[in-house]
């Protein structure tokens, strides 16, 4: 059984960064892609970033430069770095795990598919 736990949400001022983290068991292979994605209140979901076993990234729209994401493939562990955070990245981040194809392609990932953590709340102040 998969399973995809989300850490390290959390009150920040806009400016200051946070570093989400997730890690995934269950997999009995490293052959699939891990990724990050983001729901705030009465919006859409938005793809942030994810990345495939070879560690190749991808970013959704606007979301390079600020936000950083990295995989340790012997952990099974993904991070994501978010610099200078702004008021309107507070939205709870979901991580997800599936079999992919690439990285860019699993942005288009929805709620319907794949294994998906339960979410960490950002809240970012202005």
């Known amino acids: 059984q998969v399973q995809v736990v989300e850490s390290g949400g959390g009150l920040v001022q806009a400016g200051g960064s946070l570093r989400l983290s997730c890690v995934v068991s269950?997999?009995?292979?490293?052959?699939?892609?891990m990724g990050w994605f983001r729901q705030a209140p009465g919006k859409e979901h938005e793809a942030v970033a994810a990345v495939d076993m070879d560690s190749r990234q991808a970013y959704g729209d606007s979301m390079e430069g600020r936000f950083t994401i990295s995989r340790d493939t012997t952990k099974n562990t993904l991070i994501l770095q978010m610099n200078n955070l702004k008021a309107n990245d507070t939205a709870m981040y979901f991580c997800?795990?599936?079999?992919?194809?690439?990285?860019?392609?699993?942005?288009?990932?929805?709620?319907?598919?794949?294994?998906w953590g339960r979410g960490t709340q950002v809240t970012v102040s202005s």
């Open positions: 269950g997999f009995t292979h490293n052959h699939y892609c």
């Open positions: 997800a795990a599936d079999h992919c194809f690439s990285a860019f392609g699993f942005l288009r990932l929805t709620r319907t598919g794949g294994f």
